[in-house]
């Protein structure tokens, strides 16, 4: 199968040292001195494209995306930052039959460690003397504050128990590859849980079992259905002709982003 790639960064690259791992050939490579205004993602370019990779910027990605799905190309969104145009592009997405897998976190620990804030969330949901936090570290290079997966975190924590206050803080320094950590403090005691990564692999490798799931679907999706299929996925986002979720807090903010035509220069 054909891969391209864009955004040719530090998760690009790697992503391109793993590929053939997962039967991917590499066709198309992507950074911003060809890909301005996604104007390098063009029918001639993408030709024999079966899935396409997006680790870019914040202010790139939702372009990018509105050409893939122009141009019918199953796509794979690693970027964070961009989430105020998430029910525009899920629409885009949708109209133009392609598929596509977004996650802010290509991590399978994280994918659990999401799984297990949402539940602690739900169960100390009528225990109101436990404060909630949500905390993550990242490299000094890391452009967006807090971190796409702390904001789905923190999400998953307040769907689990509507109006649930969490405070919330970062940090940027060195070249930590990422740690989240949520916890629930009382007067009584202290739970907490906590996702540390190792290195970039395990994103670069998550990423590229996505694009091999997604290849020849149709639909919108999370890593979670690529990772636990079987399961029914509760809160997960529409499917095709599938069960409605709430709208997440940044659902709810992008519906009324002001920068919504942006999108249209797609
Ligand atoms: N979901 C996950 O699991 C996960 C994991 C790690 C990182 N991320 C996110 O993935 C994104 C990339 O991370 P990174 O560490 O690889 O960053 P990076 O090293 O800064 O790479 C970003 C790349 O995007 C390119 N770019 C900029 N504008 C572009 C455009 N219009 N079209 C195509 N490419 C363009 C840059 O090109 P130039 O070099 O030419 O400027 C660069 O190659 C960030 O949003 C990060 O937060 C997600």
């Known amino acids: 199968m054909n891969l391209a790639i864009i955004g040719h960064g530090k998760m690009g690259r790697l992503i391109e040292q793993l590929a053939p791992e997962y039967g991917f050939a590499v066709t198309s490579r992507l950074n911003s001195a060809n890909n301005r205004d996604a104007s390098g993602i063009t029918g001639n370019n993408f030709a024999g494209v079966d899935v396409a990779v997006d680790f870019s910027t914040a202010a790139a990605a939702p372009h990018n995306i509105a050409r893939l799905a122009a141009l019918q190309i199953n796509t794979v969104v690693g970027t964070t930052g961009w989430t105020q ?47 909630a936090w949500a905390w993550e570290i990242h490299h000094a290079a890391k452009k967006d504050a807090p971190s796409g997966t702390l904001l789905k975190v923190v999400d998953e924590m307040q769907r689990a128990d509507p109006g649930r206050e969490v405070s919330v803080s970062s940090n940027r320094a060195g070249a930590h590859p ?89």
């Open 85 to 131: 145009y998430l029910p525009q592009v899920q629409a885009r997405v949708r109209d133009s039959n392609i598929g596509m897998v977004w996650s802010p976190n290509y991590s399978i620990g994280v994918n659990i460690f999401l799984q297990l804030a949402s539940e602690a969330s739900r169960r100390l949901a009528s225990y109101k003397e436990y404060g």
């Open 178 to 266: 990422g740690t989240h950590e949520i916890g629930f403090d009382s007067a009584a005691d202290s739970l907490t849980i906590r996702h540390t990564a190792r290195s970039r692999e395990g994103f670069a490798r998550g990423a590229l079992l996505a694009a091999r799931w997604v290849a020849g679907k149709q639909g919108w999706f999370e890593f979670r259905d690529v990772l636990f299929a079987q399961d029914s996925a509760p809160g997960a986002l529409n499917r095709k002709g599938g069960a409605s979720a709430p709208p997440s807090s940044a659902e709810k903010q992008g519906a009324l982003a002001p920068e919504a035509e942006l999108l249209d220069r797609g």
